[in-house]
Protein backbone atom coordinates (compact mmCIF):
# COMPACT_ATOMS: atom_id res chain seq x y z
CA UNK A 1 0.00 0.00 0.00
CA UNK A 2 1.52 3.53 -0.88
CA UNK A 3 2.33 5.52 2.29
CA UNK A 4 4.12 8.81 2.73
CA UNK A 5 7.40 8.44 4.31
CA UNK A 6 9.49 10.61 6.48
CA UNK A 7 13.06 11.18 7.32
CA UNK A 8 14.77 11.28 9.93
CA UNK A 9 12.26 10.06 12.71
CA UNK A 10 13.95 11.56 14.95
CA UNK A 11 16.30 14.99 14.79
CA UNK A 12 18.14 16.77 17.59
CA UNK A 13 19.84 19.91 16.77
CA UNK A 14 21.22 22.82 18.06
CA UNK A 15 19.72 26.33 18.63
CA UNK A 16 20.41 28.20 15.50
CA UNK A 17 21.28 25.87 13.45
CA UNK A 18 19.57 24.71 10.47
CA UNK A 19 17.19 21.90 9.45
CA UNK A 20 15.85 19.96 6.94
CA UNK A 21 12.86 17.62 7.27
CA UNK A 22 12.07 15.45 4.28
CA UNK A 23 9.12 13.62 2.85
CA UNK A 24 8.07 11.47 0.06
CA UNK A 25 4.71 12.07 -0.77
CA UNK A 26 2.50 9.49 -2.23
CA UNK A 27 3.34 9.39 -6.08
CA UNK A 28 0.43 10.46 -7.76
CA UNK A 29 -0.40 12.69 -4.80
CA UNK A 30 -0.40 16.34 -5.78
CA UNK A 31 -1.38 18.21 -3.05
CA UNK A 32 1.09 18.01 0.16
CA UNK A 33 1.37 19.44 3.61
CA UNK A 34 2.88 20.10 6.53
CA UNK A 35 1.65 20.00 10.07
CA UNK A 36 2.88 20.50 13.47
CA UNK A 37 2.24 18.94 16.85
CA UNK A 38 3.86 20.24 19.81
CA UNK A 39 3.98 17.50 22.20
CA UNK A 40 0.42 16.98 24.29
CA UNK A 41 -0.96 19.70 22.06
CA UNK A 42 -3.22 19.70 18.81
CA UNK A 43 -1.90 19.28 15.13
CA UNK A 44 -1.56 22.27 13.95
CA UNK A 45 -1.27 23.90 9.92
CA UNK A 46 2.04 24.87 8.81
CA UNK A 47 1.58 24.98 5.32
CA UNK A 48 -0.16 23.39 2.03
CA UNK A 49 1.79 23.42 -1.56
CA UNK A 50 0.41 22.59 -4.76
CA UNK A 51 1.34 22.88 -7.83
CA UNK A 52 5.18 23.81 -7.10
CA UNK A 53 3.92 26.94 -4.77
CA UNK A 54 2.37 27.53 -1.51
CA UNK A 55 -1.19 27.80 -1.77
CA UNK A 56 -1.78 28.87 2.22
CA UNK A 57 0.52 29.31 5.18
CA UNK A 58 -0.37 29.93 8.93
CA UNK A 59 0.91 32.34 11.07
CA UNK A 60 3.55 29.72 12.32
CA UNK A 61 5.11 29.76 9.18
CA UNK A 62 6.95 32.85 9.55
CA UNK A 63 10.37 33.86 7.25
CA UNK A 64 12.48 31.01 8.92
CA UNK A 65 10.44 28.23 7.20
CA UNK A 66 10.55 27.08 3.66
CA UNK A 67 9.16 24.51 1.62
CA UNK A 68 10.94 22.90 -1.38
CA UNK A 69 9.72 19.85 -4.16
CA UNK A 70 13.47 19.86 -5.49
CA UNK A 71 12.95 16.78 -7.79
CA UNK A 72 9.04 16.03 -8.49
CA UNK A 73 9.72 13.27 -5.13
CA UNK A 74 10.98 14.54 -2.65
CA UNK A 75 9.00 17.53 -0.17
CA UNK A 76 11.34 19.08 1.98
CA UNK A 77 10.45 21.67 4.89
CA UNK A 78 13.14 23.70 5.83
CA UNK A 79 13.98 25.72 9.49
CA UNK A 80 16.42 28.40 9.04
CA UNK A 81 17.98 29.29 12.71
CA UNK A 82 16.02 26.44 15.07
CA UNK A 83 14.61 27.78 18.17
CA UNK A 84 13.71 25.85 21.63
CA UNK A 85 9.83 26.17 20.68
CA UNK A 86 10.38 24.65 17.30
CA UNK A 87 10.73 21.26 19.28
CA UNK A 88 7.59 19.29 18.25
CA UNK A 89 7.09 16.44 15.99
CA UNK A 90 5.96 17.21 12.08
CA UNK A 91 3.98 15.56 10.19
CA UNK A 92 4.26 15.79 5.99
CA UNK A 93 0.48 14.90 4.78
CA UNK A 94 -0.25 14.09 1.00
CA UNK A 95 -3.43 14.28 -1.10
CA UNK A 96 -4.48 13.28 -4.42
CA UNK A 97 -7.66 15.90 -4.89
CA UNK A 98 -6.80 17.91 -2.13
CA UNK A 99 -10.80 17.64 -0.66
CA UNK A 100 -10.40 13.47 -0.10
CA UNK A 101 -8.35 12.73 2.77
CA UNK A 102 -4.90 13.59 3.50
CA UNK A 103 -2.17 10.39 4.00
CA UNK A 104 -0.03 11.44 6.74
CA UNK A 105 3.69 10.21 7.12
CA UNK A 106 4.63 8.78 10.36
CA UNK A 107 6.29 12.19 11.84
CA UNK A 108 9.82 13.67 12.34
CA UNK A 109 10.29 14.56 16.19
CA UNK A 110 12.43 17.24 16.14
CA UNK A 111 13.89 17.99 19.48
CA UNK A 112 15.94 21.26 19.68
CA UNK A 113 18.41 21.78 22.65
CA UNK B 1 -12.43 31.53 11.14
CA UNK B 2 -13.42 28.03 11.39
CA UNK B 3 -12.62 25.82 14.87
CA UNK B 4 -13.38 22.96 16.10
CA UNK B 5 -13.81 21.35 20.00
CA UNK B 6 -13.71 18.57 21.28
CA UNK B 7 -14.69 18.56 25.03
CA UNK B 8 -13.48 15.36 26.28
CA UNK B 9 -9.87 15.06 27.05
CA UNK B 10 -9.96 11.70 28.30
CA UNK B 11 -11.86 8.48 28.21
CA UNK B 12 -11.79 4.68 28.84
CA UNK B 13 -14.29 2.25 27.59
CA UNK B 14 -14.31 -1.67 28.53
CA UNK B 15 -13.37 -4.07 26.23
CA UNK B 16 -16.26 -5.13 23.44
CA UNK B 17 -18.44 -2.35 24.65
CA UNK B 18 -19.20 0.98 23.05
CA UNK B 19 -18.30 4.47 23.25
CA UNK B 20 -19.02 7.40 21.16
CA UNK B 21 -16.97 10.48 21.44
CA UNK B 22 -17.88 13.94 20.81
CA UNK B 23 -16.58 16.89 18.31
CA UNK B 24 -18.46 20.39 17.67
CA UNK B 25 -17.54 22.95 14.91
CA UNK B 26 -18.01 26.06 14.19
CA UNK B 27 -18.10 27.62 10.68
CA UNK B 28 -20.15 29.64 8.03
CA UNK B 29 -19.21 27.33 5.03
CA UNK B 30 -21.84 25.50 3.56
CA UNK B 31 -19.99 22.94 2.04
CA UNK B 32 -17.36 21.11 3.74
CA UNK B 33 -15.42 17.51 4.91
CA UNK B 34 -15.12 16.17 8.31
CA UNK B 35 -12.79 13.83 9.45
CA UNK B 36 -11.67 11.53 12.80
CA UNK B 37 -8.45 10.57 12.57
CA UNK B 38 -6.89 8.09 15.12
CA UNK B 39 -3.42 9.12 16.34
CA UNK B 40 -1.99 5.36 18.12
CA UNK B 41 1.63 5.35 20.62
CA UNK B 42 3.13 4.82 17.88
CA UNK B 43 2.22 8.85 17.03
CA UNK B 44 0.91 8.43 13.44
CA UNK B 45 -2.02 10.04 11.93
CA UNK B 46 -4.20 7.53 10.72
CA UNK B 47 -7.47 8.03 9.18
CA UNK B 48 -11.04 6.55 10.67
CA UNK B 49 -13.72 7.84 9.24
CA UNK B 50 -14.67 10.42 6.55
CA UNK B 51 -17.99 12.80 6.31
CA UNK B 52 -18.96 15.04 3.48
CA UNK B 53 -20.97 17.92 4.80
CA UNK B 54 -23.55 17.79 1.84
CA UNK B 55 -24.48 13.90 2.44
CA UNK B 56 -27.32 13.77 5.09
CA UNK B 57 -26.33 9.54 5.56
CA UNK B 58 -24.16 9.28 8.76
CA UNK B 59 -20.72 7.34 7.67
CA UNK B 60 -20.03 4.15 8.56
CA UNK B 61 -16.88 1.88 8.40
CA UNK B 62 -16.59 -1.49 9.88
CA UNK B 63 -16.45 -0.91 13.53
CA UNK B 64 -16.73 2.46 13.16
CA UNK B 65 -19.50 5.18 12.52
CA UNK B 66 -20.39 8.92 12.98
CA UNK B 67 -23.63 10.82 14.02
CA UNK B 68 -23.40 14.15 11.93
CA UNK B 69 -25.85 16.60 12.84
CA UNK B 70 -24.92 19.26 10.33
CA UNK B 71 -27.44 22.31 11.69
CA UNK B 72 -26.38 21.44 15.09
CA UNK B 73 -22.46 21.55 13.82
CA UNK B 74 -21.88 18.44 15.61
CA UNK B 75 -20.00 14.83 14.44
CA UNK B 76 -19.75 12.55 16.88
CA UNK B 77 -18.15 9.18 16.55
CA UNK B 78 -19.60 5.67 17.49
CA UNK B 79 -16.84 2.85 18.41
CA UNK B 80 -18.97 -0.66 18.87
CA UNK B 81 -17.15 -3.38 19.95
CA UNK B 82 -13.87 -1.48 21.36
CA UNK B 83 -11.15 -3.62 21.09
CA UNK B 84 -7.65 -3.10 22.98
CA UNK B 85 -6.11 -1.62 19.71
CA UNK B 86 -8.55 1.22 19.50
CA UNK B 87 -6.56 2.86 22.22
CA UNK B 88 -4.98 6.43 20.76
CA UNK B 89 -5.68 9.65 20.65
CA UNK B 90 -8.49 10.66 18.25
CA UNK B 91 -8.73 13.55 16.77
CA UNK B 92 -11.85 15.41 14.99
CA UNK B 93 -10.89 17.52 11.97
CA UNK B 94 -12.78 20.07 9.51
CA UNK B 95 -11.43 20.44 5.79
CA UNK B 96 -12.88 23.45 3.90
CA UNK B 97 -13.37 23.06 0.65
CA UNK B 98 -11.10 24.38 -2.00
CA UNK B 99 -13.61 27.40 -3.23
CA UNK B 100 -12.47 29.30 -0.04
CA UNK B 101 -9.27 29.10 -1.36
CA UNK B 102 -6.88 26.05 0.12
CA UNK B 103 -7.57 22.50 1.38
CA UNK B 104 -6.17 22.54 5.34
CA UNK B 105 -7.33 20.68 7.88
CA UNK B 106 -8.27 22.54 11.30
CA UNK B 107 -8.32 19.86 14.53
CA UNK B 108 -9.88 19.42 17.28
CA UNK B 109 -7.73 19.28 20.76
CA UNK B 110 -8.47 15.60 20.48
CA UNK B 111 -9.31 12.99 23.08
CA UNK B 112 -7.25 10.04 24.91
CA UNK B 113 -9.25 7.07 24.55
CA UNK B 114 -8.14 3.93 26.31
CA UNK B 115 -9.79 0.47 26.28
CA UNK B 116 -9.42 -1.74 29.14
CA UNK B 117 -9.12 -5.35 29.45
Known amino acids: EPEVTQTPSHQVTQMGQEVILRCVPI?????FYWYRQILGQKVEFLVS????????KSEIFDDQFSVERPDGSNFTLKIRSTKLEDSAMYFCASSDRGYTEAFFGQGTRLTVV | AQTVTQSQPEMSVQEAETVTLSCTYD???????LFWYKQPPSRQMILVIRQEAYKQQNATENRFSVNFQKAAKSFSLKISDSQLGDTAMYFCAFMKPWTSGTYKYIFGTGTRLKVLA
Open chain 1, 49 to 56: FYNNEISE
Open chain 1, 27 to 31: SNHLY
Open chain 2, 27 to 33: TSENNYY
